[in-house]
T-cell receptor
Framework: KAGVTQTPRYLIKTRGQQVTLSCSPI?????VSWYQQTPGQGLQFLFE???????NKGNFPGRFSGRQFSNSRSEMNVSTLELGDSALYLC??????????????FGPGTRLLVL | GNSVTQMEGPVTLSEEAFLTINCTYT??????LFWYVQYPGEGLQLLLK?????DKGSNKGFEATYRKETTSFHLEKGSVQVSDSAVYFC???????????FGAGTILRVKS
C-alpha cells in the first residue's frame, strides 16, 4: 500500500506570495492532518480534515487554510507569505482520526523557503 | 493544557551503548502515547505506541512503557547502532480531535 505523498517536496517563494501544498493520504484513510515544523517552534498542529470538513484547528492565523476533496486528498494554502512561514510542512493521514489510539502516518513533507 | 517534555539533546553514544530518552507528559484526559523518529531530510515514522497504562510498546529493539503514575513514557534500547542516529519525538493524542501534541525532539548521535 502506498504511503502518504506530498507535492511538491521543495518550494521557494518570496514574501507576499501565496502557496498551495498538496497531500494524498494512504488509500482508505479519511482523516488528513497538517503540521508545521520549524527549528524554533518544533512541530505544531495546523488543522485536520475529515470527510471534506475541517474538524480541528490549531492556533495559526487565517492566512493558513486548507481543504479536502471527496477522494480525501487535501491541500493547504498560505497567503501573503512571511519569512517566518519558512518551514517543513508535514501531512499525516489516519483511518478515521477519532479514536485516541489510532495512528497517524506522515508523509515526507514539503520544505518551504520564503525569501 | 496538554504538553510533552523530552530530555534535551543532543545525546551522543557509542555503538552498542544503552539508550534512554526521557519523556513526561501533562494531559487533561487519558492520552495515547507515541514515539516517532525522523531521519535527516525525511518525514516522521511511527516507532512505537501505547494506548493505556502499563502497556509496553516495542519495535526494532526500542521499548517504552506507559507509566500513568509518573506520567512518563521513556524510550529505551539495549544496544544502539549508527543507523539509529536520528531525531526522536514523543507525542500524545487525546480523544478530543485528531491532534498530536509533540515534545521538542531529542537528537541522537551514535558513533562507531
Amino acid at each position: 500500500k502506498a504511503g502518504v505523498t506530498q507535492t511538491p517536496r521543495y518550494l521557494i517563494k518570496t514574501r507576499g506570495q501565496q502557496v498551495t501544498l498538496s497531500c494524498s493520504p494512504i488509500s482508505g484513510h479519511r482523516s488528513v492532518s497538517w503540521y508545521q515544523q520549524t527549528p524554533g517552534q518544533g512541530l505544531q498542529f495546523l488543522f485536520e480534515y475529515f470527510s471534506e470538513t475541517q474538524r480541528n484547528k490549531g492556533n495559526f492565523p487565517g492566512r493558513f487554510s486548507g481543504r479536502q476533496f471527496s477522494n480525501s486528498r487535501s491541500e493547504m494554502n498560505v497567503s501573503t507569505l512571511e519569512l517566518g512561514d519558512s518551514a517543513l510542512y508535514l501531512c499525516a493521514s489516519s483511518l478515521a482520526g477519532a479514536p485516541r489510539q489510532e495512528t497517524q502516518y506522515f508523509g515526507p513533507g514539503t520544505r518551504l523557503l520564503v525569501l | 493544557g496538554n504538553s510533552v517534555t523530552q530530555m534535551e539533546g543532543p545525546v551522543t553514544l557509542s555503538e552498542e551503548a544503552f539508550l534512554t530518552i526521557n519523556c513526561t507528559y501533562t494531559a487533561t484526559g487519558y492520552p495515547s502515547l507515541f514515539w516517532y523518529v525522523q531521519y535527516p531530510g525525511e518525514g516522521l515514522q511511527l516507532l512505537l505506541k501505547a494506548t493505556k497504562a502499563d502497556d509496553k510498546g516495542s519495535n526494532k529493539g526500542f521499548e517504552a512503557t506507559y507509566r500513568k503514575e509518573t506520567t512518563s513514557f521513556h524510550l529505551e534500547k539495549g544496544s544502539v547502532q549508527v543507523s539509529d542516529s536520528a531525531v526522536y519525538f514523543c507525542a500524545l493524542k487525546l480523544l478530543d480531535g485528531n491532534k498530536l501534541v509533540f515534545g521538542a525532539g531529542t537528537i541522537l548521535r551514535v558513533k562507531s
